[in-house]
């Protein structure tokens, strides 16, 4: 029988691949939605929530057997509304919206930047403490290589000076997006290999210069940038009357992505690609990508 599965932010930059991938695998996927307006395809089922009501979604994810998380950065009251309407559901296996850094790692976790999704880890181990019914995954996967690309935060191919953290060597673990909608997907097939725990994949290893070189561009005109002097200006801009929130959010997003001791590179014996069904990117594969945005 076809899992039933309800998806939670399905039209952002994420969500679309997750639910390609959940279509793909035939599952009976429910999109959760604040609006009656939409653009899915017929087969997918469209549930008209509100995410400040636990009772709104709880009757929405009446017999599902899972709950996929992919909001973005919509403060911490939707994801925790999500968590006790799906417990009150009897929902057998959320998939929080961990996709990103390893928040496991103690200077990940102590990044502001990261709050909200610390506080979702901890409500998820209190709420496995007490159901006997519902169960979570965390997927921490990295930075998204095409749409980090796309959006310049990986590093800008197009610029003649691009930016280089910490001289752009460090290597970092990264996933595309079909690639997180295929471990999603990894995840529900192996319910019980995948309960109650975090799981890391990673379709390719590189460093900012790796995707210089990938891209045909000189590496030695690169400008060299500290992560360390990023995070102190996104702590100086925290403490402001009026913080400006790109400057903030993306000096400590670079520094958890491109800082050292943060956990962005993830030891093989952690990896759980062959279980999830998530391969690595080819030499060819990349360089295609990697063209795409250059």
């Given at each position: 029988m076809s899992l039933k599965v309800a998806?939670?932010?399905?039209?952002?930059?994420?969500?679309?691949?997750?639910?390609?991938?959940?279509?793909?695998?035939?599952f009976e996927v429910t999109v959760l939605t604040r609006s009656s307006n939409n653009?899915?395809?017929?087969?997918?089922?469209?549930?008209?929530?509100?995410?400040q009501s636990v009772e709104s979604i709880q009757k929405a994810l009446a017999n599902q057997d899972a709950l996929v998380i992919a909001l973005g950065a919509v403060g911490l009251e939707p994801h925790a509304n999500l968590i006790k309407a799906a417990v009150a559901a009897n929902v057998k296996r959320i998939i929080p919206s961990e996709f990103g850094s390893d928040t496991t790692n103690p200077n990940a976790a102590a990044s502001p930047v990261f709050g909200d999704k610390v506080a979702i880890q901890k409500q998820l181990n209190e709420t496995v403490a007490s159901s006997s019914t519902t169960s979570y995954t965390g997927i921490v996967n990295g930075p998204f290589l095409d749409w980090g690309l796309k959006v310049k935060?990986?590093?800008?191919?197009?610029?003649?000076?691009?930016?280089?953290?910490?001289?752009?060597?460090?290597?970092?673990?990264?996933?595309?997006?079909?690639?997180?909608?295929?471990?999603?997907?990894?995840?529900?097939?192996?319910?019980?290999?995948?309960?109650?725990?975090?799981?890391?994949?990673?379709?390719a290893d590189l460093s900012q210069k790796?995707?210089?070189?990938?891209?045909?561009?000189?590496?030695?005109?690169?400008?060299?940038?500290?992560?360390?002097?990023?995070?102190?200006?996104?702590?100086?801009?925290?403490?402001?009357?009026?913080?400006?929130?790109?400057?903030?959010?993306?000096?400590?997003?670079?520094?958890?992505?491109?800082?050292?001791?943060?956990?962005?590179?993830?030891?093989?014996?952690?990896?759980?690609?062959?279980?999830?069904?998530?391969?690595?990117?080819?030499?060819?594969?990349?360089?295609?990508?990697?063209?795409?945005?250059?």
């Open positions: 998806l939670a932010g399905a039209t952002g930059n994420l969500g679309p691949a997750i639910l390609e991938a959940l279509d793909a695998a035939n653009s899915f395809d017929s087969k997918i089922k469209v549930a008209e929530i509100d995410y935060l990986l590093v800008d191919l197009s610029s003649p000076e691009p930016v280089l953290y910490d001289g752009g060597d460090r290597k970092i673990s990264v996933t595309t997006l079909s690639g997180i909608g295929k471990a999603v997907v990894g995840v529900l097939k192996n319910l019980d290999a995948t309960k109650n725990k975090t799981v890391f994949v990673r379709e790796d995707l210089l070189q990938l891209a045909g561009k000189q590496v030695s005109n690169g400008k060299n940038v500290s992560t360390a002097d990023l995070e102190k200006e996104a702590f100086a801009e925290l403490q402001k009357p009026e913080p400006n929130v790109p400057v903030f959010v993306y000096g400590f997003l670079k520094r958890a992505i491109f800082g050292e001791g943060f956990g962005s590179l993830f030891p093989t014996e952690n990896l759980s690609n062959e279980l999830l069904g998530v391969g690595k990117l080819s030499d060819e594969e990349l360089k295609a990508l990697v063209s795409k945005y250059a």
